[in-house]
Antibody, heavy 122, light 111 residues
Framework: QVQLVQSGAEVKKPGASVKVSCKAS????????ISWVRQAPGQGLEWMGWISAYNGNTNYAQKLQGRVTMTTDTSTSTAYMELRSLRSDDTAVYYC???????????????WGQGTLVTVSS | QSVLTQPPSASGTPGQRVTISCSGS????????VNWYQQLPGTAPKLLIYSNNQRPSGVPDRFSGSKSGTSASLAISGLQSEDEADYYC????????????FGGGTKLTVL
């Protein structure tokens, strides 16, 4: 069965960086992409960006351009999301979700990771 | 402020039919398909409806979606207590090099 298993909770200070992993299993990793979505406490969903596991193409949300980098390791079927220059308003649960391989748009995110809480606090 | 507009709350009694609306614009719903997600308390979102009205395997046919112009709606018939959750609409937006946009979410309460 398809599973996306994310790394554990993180606590970071303002200005630091965080790297969240998302290990996929149960499907051919390079046949899909991964989108990252975050949810601040008590708030709605915010799309952060997408990476194709097929060719490494990326598309980032404009507000995060320059602070976020998404990568994949096809040898371990793992996707990574790194967010730099953390601020208090980056405190959120970060989700990875399976997406289309060929474009960031498509028919939606059919499998989700369990979420990783990132807390930014001094 | 979310790009897609949903009512913050909705409610119904068991067995009733409820609908949740989602309003967008020509750059998102008006030119792309709509997906709906269900988020039970403390869990990750789950894909409920994709491509406006398609149900993934395992989603009961009590859930249905529709789209007209720049608006979409989710209907839940035969409401059950386990349907109490937050519901989000989403669509690809062609502006700003393209990006996904979500509604602010609708909290459904089963009375």
């Amino acid at each position: 069965q398809v599973q996306l298993v994310q790394s554990g909770a993180e606590v970071k200070k303002p200005g630091a960086s965080v790297k969240v992993s998302c290990k996929a299993s149960g499907y051919t990793f390079t046949s899909y992409g991964i989108s990252w979505v975050r949810q601040a406490p008590g708030q709605g969903l915010e799309w952060m960006g997408w990476i194709s596991a097929y060719n490494g193409n990326t598309n980032y949300a404009q507000k995060l351009q320059g602070r976020v980098t998404m990568t994949t390791d096809t040898s371990t079927s793992t996707a990574y999301m790194e967010l730099r220059s953390l601020r208090s308003d980056d405190t959120a649960v970060y989700y990875c979700a399976r997406a289309s391989s060929f474009s960031p748009g498509g028919s939606g995110f059919d499998y989700w990771g369990q979420g990783t809480l990132v807390t930014v606090s001094s | 402020q979310s790009v897609l507009t949903q009512p913050p709350s909705a409610s119904g009694t068991p067995g009733q039919r409820v609908t949740i609306s989602c309003s967008g614009s020509s750059s998102n719903i008006g030119s792309n398909t709509v997906n709906w997600y269900q988020q039970l308390p403390g869990t990750a979102p789950k894909l409920l409806i994709y491509s406006n009205n398609q149900r993934p395997s395992g989603v009961p046919d009590r859930f249905s979606g529709s789209k007209s112009g720049t608006s979409a709606s989710l209907a839940i018939s035969g409401l059950q207590s386990e349907d109490e959750a937050d519901y989000y609409c989403a669509a690809w937006d062609d502006s700003l090099n393209g990006h996904w946009v979500f509604g602010g979410g609708t909290k459904l309460t089963v009375l």
